[in-house]
């Protein structure tokens, strides 16, 4: 069974710091890696996608691959209560596109 | 912004019924996706759906459940008769590969087997 593995949390941080989330996943042939936002009752958000080993900015996300340690990890700078949520990492399964998410890690950014 | 839509929000249902879920996928795109999510649990893969047929299943994807895409704007989720563990919410997500990746989700049925 291929696993995508996240520490459930809650992870609190204050709002203004960096939030770290992060994921690690069994196949080592997953070459595509995806990190989604769920706010509580709604459907998933993508918010960034990785292909290559290093950092991917895109504002104040960044992602970071390392596929040696099956390691991707989501980078929250700047904190705002507003990016209080769950955040899912997913890959695709097996050699289609369907995805295969983690359980998710809850964060909780504080006034 | 065009985006993915579901109907119904909510359905109830017994237990042995069928129901139909149903959703319009953005109009681009060709490739189409079931998922669900038991309250407090992960997202789970059930079907993915292009050129008119099933091209991946999810071992929960059994014979309980059909998709079809009636129409040139409808995908829908069958299932035959419910089970008290068939609750939850069910997701549909569209994409256009030909330029992006990025699986687009609608907002979801809750579906509540009694």
């Known amino acids: 069974q291929k696993e995508v593995e996240q520490n459930s949390g809650p992870l609190s941080v204050p709002e203004g710091a960096i939030a770290s989330l992060n994921c690690t996943y069994s196949d080592r042939g997953s070459q595509s890696f995806f990190w989604y936002r769920q706010y509580s009752g709604k459907s998933p958000e993508l918010i960034m996608s990785?292909?290559?080993?290093g950092d991917k900015e895109d504002g104040r996300f960044t992602a970071q691959l390392n596929k040696a340690s099956q390691y991707v990890s989501l980078l929250i700078r700047d904190s705002q209560p507003s990016d209080s949520a769950t955040y899912l990492c997913a890959v695709y399964k097996d050699s289609g596109y369907a995805l295969n998410f983690g359980k998710g890690t809850s964060l909780l950014v504080t006034p | 912004e065009p985006e993915v839509t579901q109907t119904p929000s909510h359905q109830v249902t017994q237990m042995g019924q069928e129901v139909i879920l149903r959703c319009v996928p953005i109009?681009?795109?060709?490739?189409f996706y079931w998922y669900r999510q038991i309250l407090g649990q992960k997202v789970e893969f059930l079907v993915s759906?292009?050129?008119?047929?099933?091209?991946?299943k999810s071992e929960i994807f059994d014979d309980q459940f059909s998709v079809e895409r009636p129409d040139g704007s409808n995908f829908t989720l069958k299932i035959r008769s419910t089970k008290l563990e068939d609750s939850a919410m069910y997701f549909c997500a569209s994409e256009n590969r030909a330029s992006t990746d990025t699986q687009y989700f609608g907002p979801g049925t809750r579906l509540t087997v009694l």
């Open positions: 109009s681009n795109h060709l490739y």
């Open positions: 990785i292909y290559s080993n």
């Open positions: 759906f292009y050129n008119n047929e099933i091209s991946e």
